[in-house]
């Protein structure tokens, strides 16, 4: 069974700081790899999606890797800012079976200070 | 714009109630999921679909029902025989994990 765990369950930096968030699975028979952002109360925010064939995808200040013979992922936030405060989850995209498609980590809850 | 919508983003539910969330998609997209996401548990997944009329369940169906008559609709039934049904739900949509999926709003059902 696919276990994805994401460390650590919370973080704080100050505003500017440049941070890594870190995912890894427990099997590496996955087609995919999905970073969502979720601001309280709010549904999930796709922000990047890497094919199990790509080493990384980038946009703007965000940039996340894929080892997957290893099962990690980072997702990489240059010069944080306030408004990037939210809570950050990882899914690995998987072969189905009763777990579905998708299965989740249960975040990581980025603070960042002004 | 395309996108998920669900509704209502509160709901209310009485011991013994059965109700219904709403999740309606204009994605064109074939599969369809339902979440529930507890503080600290992160997200289960209830039941999904990946094509009209044809459903599975997930890890925590029981309590559950749903249908799927339409591409574009998959409405989720908590039913009285879910004991414990307080929490944050979430729909998703996708066309083939390939592509990644996207998510509704979510709707917050409370017990009271």
């Known amino acids: 069974k696919q276990e994805v765990t994401q460390i650590p369950a919370a973080l704080s930096v100050p505003e500017g700081e440049n941070l890594v968030l870190n995912c890894s699975f427990t099997?590496?028979?996955?087609?995919?790899l999905q970073w969502f952002r979720q601001d309280p109360g709010k549904g999930l925010t796709s922000l990047l999606l890497?094919?199990?064939?790509?080493r990384e995808q980038t946009s703007g200040r965000l940039n996340a890797s894929l080892d997957k013979s290893s099962g990690r992922s980072t997702l990489y936030i240059a010069a944080s800012q306030p408004g990037d405060s939210a809570t950050y989850l990882c899914?690995?995209?998987?072969?189905?079976?009763?777990?579905?498609?998708?299965?989740f980590g249960k975040g990581t809850k980025l603070s960042v200070k002004p | 714009d395309g996108g998920i919508t669900q509704s209502p983003k509160y709901l209310f539910r009485k011991e013994g109630q059965n109700v219904t969330l709403s999740c309606e998609q204009n994605?064109?997209?074939?599969?369809m999921y339902w979440y529930r996401q507890d503080p600290g548990q992160g997200l289960r997944l209830i039941y999904y679909?990946?094509?009209?009329?044809?459903?599975q369940k997930g890890d925590i169906a029981e309590g559950y029902s749903v249908s799927r008559e339409k591409k574009e609709s998959f409405p989720l039934t908590v039913t009285s025989a879910q004991k414990n049904p307080t929490a944050f739900y979430l729909c998703?949509?996708?066309?083939?994990?390939?592509?990644?999926?996207?998510f509704g709003s979510g709707t917050r059902l409370t017990v009271v």
């Open positions: 998703a949509s996708g066309q083939g994990a390939y592509y990644g999926y996207t």
């Open positions: 099997d590496s028979a996955i087609y995919n």
């Open positions: 890497i094919q199990s064939s790509q």
């Open positions: 899914a690995v995209g998987t072969y189905g079976g009763s777990q579905g498609n998708l299965i």
């Open positions: 994605l064109n997209h074939d599969a």
């Open positions: 679909s990946q094509i009209v009329n044809d459903f």
